[in-house]
C-alpha cells in the first residue's frame, strides 16, 4: 500500500505536463543579416502592403493581419477601445497563424529554424513566434522589426559602396552596355546591374511593359543586398548610369564613388545601334500606339511638331527611321555632355568597338574590356 508521500510522488509525476516551449532568441538586425543562411525561412509577419513596398532579403510573407483587417483593428483601437481591438485583433491573428502553419508547415521537421519580424514592436511577429516555439521550432526573432533593419541598410550602403573598387561601362543609348554587362557577369566578374534590379531600361522610353518597377525603399534594399555580398577584392562592374533609372533614384554615396572610377567607353555604328534597339525594345515596333505614348513625354524637351512627326512615322511602320533620328536629336547630345560634365575619367577613357548587333560582338566587347582594365 501507499503512504502518503509516495501517493503524491506517483501522483505527480502521473499529471499532464505542459510541452516544452523553447525560448525565443531576440536578435539584432545585424547579427540577423550577418546569418541569413543559417535560418531555414526568413517570415514577414506584416501585412501584403507593408511587404510589398520593402522587406528583408529572400522574405516570405506570413501576415498576422491581412490589409483590411490591419485597417478594422487600427479603427477599433481608435474609435472603439483597446480591450476590445485586442480581443479581435488576437481571433484574427489566431486565425491566420493557423493557416500559415496548415499551409506551410505539414512537412516542416523538428529543427525547422525560423527567423521572423514584424513593423517594430514585435506583436505581430511576437504571437507568430511564441505559436512557432511552442510547437518545438527553433525561433529567432528580430529586434526593432522592419524599422530597425531598414535603419541597418541606409547605414550600411554608404560604408559596402566605399570598400569596393568599380569599372564603369560607359557608351551611348544603344551601344550595349547592359548586354556586355551581361557577359562580364557570365564570365565570371562582378556585376552591379542597376537597371536590372530596378526593373528600367533607365531612358524615358526605358519602361518595361508589364514589369512594375520596385519601391523605392525596395531599390534600396536590393543594391544594399548586393554590394554586402560582393568580394572587395575584386573589381564591380556598373553601368554609366544617371542619378534616377525610371522613377527611382540611385543612392548618392554610389553615384559619387562611379563618377570617380575609371570608365571604359563602348563605341558601335548608328546602323547597328538602330538594329540592337529595335531587339530589345520589340514592344515599340509592335505597338505604335504605345510607343507614341511614350514619345509623348519628350514634347517638353523638343516640341509637338518633332513628337507628333515621330508618332506619325512610327503609325506607319517607320520605327527604324525614328529610333535613328532619336538617337541624333535626343538620346547622343544629352549622353556625351552628361558624361563629359560628371564622370571623372571619361576624357581618358579608352574605347571599345563593338563591330556588330550580335551576341558574339557583344561577347567579343565584353572581353576586350576585361582586357583594358587588366591592364
Known sequence: MRGPAS??????????????????????????????????????????SEFDLDH???????????????????????????????KQGAALVARNIANHIDTHLRDAPRHWKPLVYCWRGGNRSGALATVLSAI????????GGYKAFRATVMAQTPEFVARLQYRVVAGATGVGKTHVL???RAAGEQVLDLEGLA??????LGLIPG???????????????????????????????????????????????????PCV??????????????????FFVKDSVFFGERLDTLVALLG?????????????????????????????????ESMARNFEHYDVAKTVTVERASPAALTAAAHAVQSIFET
Open 7 to 48: 501517493f503524491a510522488s506517483w501522483h505527480l509525476n502521473c499529471a499532464y505536463q505542459p510541452p516544452l516551449t523553447l525560448p525565443i532568441h531576440a536578435i539584432t538586425p545585424a547579427e540577423a543579416l550577418s546569418n541569413l543562411d543559417q535560418f531555414d525561412a526568413i517570415i514577414d509577419a506584416r501585412s501584403p
Open 56 to 86: 528583408m532579403p529572400d522574405a516570405q510573407n506570413w501576415p498576422s493581419l491581412n490589409d483590411e483587417e490591419r485597417v478594422l483593428i487600427g479603427t477599433m483601437y481608435k474609435q472603439v477601445n483597446t480591450f476590445e481591438a485586442k
Open 136 to 143: 518545438g521550432f527553433h525561433v529567432h526573432l528580430v529586434t
Open 182 to 184: 551581361h557577359a562580364l
Open 199 to 204: 526593373r528600367h531600361r533607365s531612358s524615358v
Open 211 to 261: 514589369t512594375p518597377q520596385p519601391s523605392q525603399k525596395h531599390f534600396e534594399t536590393l543594391i544594399w543586398h548586393a554590394l554586402r555580398n560582393f568580394d572587395t577584392s575584386r573589381p564591380v562592374y556598373i553601368e554609366s548610369e544617371s542619378k534616377r533609372v525610371g522613377n527611382l533614384t540611385v543612392p548618392e554615396s554610389l553615384i559619387a564613388r562611379m563618377r570617380s572610377s
Open 265 to 282: 567607353l563602348l563605341s558601335m555604328s548608328v546602323e547597328e545601334r538602330v538594329k540592337l534597339l529595335m531587339a530589345d525594345y520589340d
Open 304 to 336: 509637338h511638331a518633332v513628337v507628333n512627326e515621330w508618332k506619325a512615322k512610327a503609325a506607319a511602320g517607320q520605327s527604324a527611321e525614328v529610333v535613328a533620328e532619336l538617337l541624333s536629336q535626343h538620346y547622343d547630345p544629352r549622353y556625351y
